[in-house]
């Protein structure tokens, strides 16, 4: 198959490459550093948003229907006599939604609604991020809302926002695996402190109290990036080189006409028919 005139986004022949028109400068997010964790977080206490200790005391079972990753918060820290290098700390959120089996009053065997509850998952990890001390200061966006350090932003004369030079922090993930779901005697820990009597007692156990615990597998990668400028080699303007397809009530089959019959539904791919499956094969 021959190339064609007008280079567009994919694979490229070798004869592509005598049609680069420039070199161009972009500002961009490069990534200095990063790592690919798999973590087991194991038998994480899960706090539900309602009061469901009634159905934990009497539940004969319980299972996770579903489990999210709905936030993650991270900052970091320079590492001290390590230049370049940073500790982030990276804590996950992960929504879970519960359903108990217990027995009614008379005596028969129902589940519950499902229960949302959450757990929290911190780790550690050291990254290179480089070193850069200089400040950025970049034009207001008016769509967009004004942060914390922005000076002469609201006084009409063209104030600037100021931002640091730290690396940003990147994390991706995949929703997490449940991998068992049980009820567990945990003590609970309470502070009291009556230093005149004698009888107080200073983290104090409270318990044991029957509680919900998952354990959950977690994939994710991490990165630290900086936006730099970088020279690229460039073809030309990226046209978009096709007509978009759109759906109305007057062509919904001729768009259904266009998707491929799912085999793969039907007919559920084998072992060795998968990605890195070991071939057994005699």
């Known amino acids: 198959m021959g190339c064609k005139d007008q280079v567009v986004p994919g694979l490229i022949c070798g004869e592509d490459i005598c049609k680069l028109r420039e070199a161009v400068c972009v500002h961009v997010e490069k990534v200095y550093d990063n790592c690919r964790e798999k973590d087991c977080v194991e038998d994480a206490v899960v706090d539900f948003v309602d009061n469901v200790q009634d159905l934990i005391n009497n539940a004969i079972k319980v299972k996770t229907k579903d489990a999210e990753v709905v936030a993650v918060l991270a900052d970091l820290e320079d590492v001290p006599f390590k230049r370049g290098f940073f500790t982030v700390n990276v804590r996950y959120k992960i929504r ?72 940003i922090i990147k994390v991706e993930v995949a929703e997490p695996l449940v991998l068992n779901t049980r009820i567990k005697r945990v003590h609970d820990k309470h502070h009291h402190c009556g230093c005149d009597d004698d009888r107080s007692e200073v983290n104090a156990l409270i318990g044991p109290q029957r509680r919900v615990v998952v354990t959950l597998g977690i994939f994710s990668i991490i990165k630290l990036v900086r936006l730099v400028q970088l020279l690229i080699p460039a073809f030309n303007f990226c046209y978009p080189n096709k007509e978009c397809t759109t759906s109305t009530d007057e062509n919904p089959c001729d768009i259904f006409d266009t998707i491929e019959f799912p085999l793969d539904q039907f007919f559920p791919p084998q072992k060795f028919d998968l990605a890195g499956a070991e071939d057994h094969r005699c």
């Open 96 to 167: 879970v939604v519960v359903e108990f089996c217990y027995k009614d009053v008379t005596g028969n065997i129902v589940n519950s609604s499902p229960k949302v509850g959450y757990v929290w998952f911190s780790k550690t990890v050291i990254l290179f991020g480089s070193e850069g001390k200089v400040k950025i200061f970049r034009s207001v966006d008016v769509n967009q809302p004004l942060p914390l350090t922005c000076e002469g932003c609201n006084d009409g004369c063209g104030g600037l926002i100021e931002q640091d030079n730290l690396p």
